[in-house]
């Protein structure tokens, strides 16, 4: 490798890695199946979200909100589970293809048994099991967020890290809208051979053809390409060392993404139960208006995410980017806490009547009577503006600074544990915010959620000269 020069004409020993990577080139082809699959992963976990209580009610009149709260943290368990074995495991065989290609059958299996639920008695242990091993399915995203961290060359990384986020941001907004899609068909349905055929098992017989479906495309149109890695013993690039990262650096990207996923997941799973207590709207009601409000939202997070990897905003330093997130998301914690000039108390359901009928607090819920209401109109525009704007500029920049934290290197084990993190989030979340939601409501619910991220900011702040590129360095 010649002599690298500063401006003023010294040897600098210190160099960024886009000056030997950037004369390569990404093989955009398999660069884009690996977006698109993230989209697909993203629809696996989300599909069921607001679709759930109602199906768990159902299957099992014994589960309760603090049951749901489980399920919906199984699939991020089994995902927490396998994100680390999927990096591992591309760590040591630099193979995407495998890992990606058994996630997505161990999913379709995960996905047929929770269409069969009704087949089973105590039928809330077997969702259970089903949504865990689900999660033990598509944590392979960890193996195509690799893809997308070592696959291109830094002056592509934020486009395609971008792109990828915003596949995976467009599945998990789009599987609820997908599920809201079903519902004429209605909650009862019909039989056939025993199985039942209805709003909740059609989606899931779908997810299982989407997912052997991926598996195929994989194996049949996806090559390998690591163009962002300085191998070790390439002889071009035997003058440079690439030194240890900084573990405090990457340990702040991997919160900022666990609090993006944290709120992401206490979004969608407590939408349809706020709602039903907010504007007493019953349970098709809330999962089909809260899916229109997600796609909008969605759509929101696509074109940012979309301008991000294509535009000069997208260059902007990375820090400023995910300061402006945390400060989207804390208008939305602002505006949806029930102040006493909102409207209130919230109604009870009638008597006799479940949420599959007709909307309002459950008796048990005793916060109701002293709990105001947000306006609808307060609750749509926050869902889809301000968290519209704030997931693109946290999740994007906080998965690439992460990369570019970690360096030129092989990433699986890293980028395992990025996953990893993101994927635990969510089980906090869903624990704790379905707890707070039952026991006193909605109120502390957005305490909590703008502490982590009022924690998130200062440690941005606090940190804020670490946070920059990993610089390889020249032998002399």
Request: glycine residues 8%; aromatic residues 14%.
């Amino acid at each position: 490798m010649s002599k690298i020069y500063d401006e003023n004409g010294n040897v600098q020993k210190e160099f960024s890695a886009s000056i030997v990577l950037d004369s390569r080139k990404t093989e955009w082809k398999s660069m884009w199946i690996a977006i698109f699959l993230q989209f697909v992963v993203g629809v696996q976990i989300s599909v069921y979200y607001m679709s759930m209580w109602p199906y768990l009610q159902s299957l099992d009149k014994s589960a309760d909100v603090d049951f749901l709260g489980w399920i919906v943290a199984a699939c991020n368990i089994g995902s927490t589970i396998s994100n680390p074995i999927y990096g591992y495991w591309n760590q040591k065989t630099m193979s995407v293809k495998w890992p990606t290609i058994a996630g997505f059958l161990i999913a379709a299996v995960a996905q047929t048994w929770y269409a069969l639920l009704s087949l089973f008695s105590n039928a809330k242990w077997y969702m259970l099991a089903a949504r865990i091993m689900t999660g033990l399915g598509v944590g392979n995203l960890a193996a195509l967020r690799v893809y997308s961290a070592t696959a291109s060359t830094p002056k592509d990384r934020m486009k395609a890290i971008s792109y990828g986020t915003g596949g995976y941001v467009l599945g998990i907004s789009f599987g609820p809208v997908l599920s809201a899609f079903f519902t004429p068909i209605g909650e009862t349905g019909h039989k056939l051979i025993g199985i039942s055929i209805n709003m909740f098992t059609v989606v899931a017989f779908l997810m299982t053809i989407v997912c052997l479906a991926a598996a195929v495309i994989v194996l049949i149109f996806f090559k390998e390409s690591y163009v962002g890695i300085v191998e070790e013993d390439d002889d071009t690039q035997k003058d440079v060392v690439i030194p240890k990262f900084d573990i405090t650096a990457a340990l702040v990207c991997i919160y900022l993404f666990m609090i993006v996923n944290i709120i992401a997941t206490n979004i969608e799973v407590m939408s349809t139960p706020l709602t039903t207590v907010l504007y007493d709207w019953k349970d098709s009601q809330s999962i089909l208006y809260n899916g229109i409000a997600l796609c909008c939202s969605c759509v929101v997070s696509v074109a940012l995410n979309l301008i991000l990897g294509s535009t000069r905003l997208g260059r902007l330093d990375k820090r400023y980017q995910m300061l402006a997130g945390i400060g989207f998301f804390l208008l939305y914690q602002v505006f949806m806490y029930p102040w006493g000039f909102y409207s209130g108390p919230l109604h009870y359901l009638p008597e006799g009547s479940t949420t599959q009928t007709a909307g309002g607090c459950d008796d048990s819920y005793k916060w109701c009577s002293y709990t105001t209401r947000v306006p609808l109109f307060v609750y749509l525009f926050c869902f889809i503006v301000f968290f519209g704007i704030a997931f693109p500029f946290v999740e994007s920049p906080s998965a690439a600074l992460y990369s570019e934290v970690l360096g030129p290197r092989k990433q699986g084990i890293m980028q395992g544990l990025f996953s990893f993190g993101g994927s635990l989030a969510p089980v906090i979340g869903s624990l704790t915010s379905t707890a707070l939601f039952q026991a006193t409501g909605y109120r502390y619910v957005m305490v909590y959620q703008a502490g982590i991220l009022l924690v998130g900011a200062a440690l941005i702040m606090l940190f804020y000269k670490r946070l920059v590129p990993l610089k390889l360095i020249k032998k002399t």
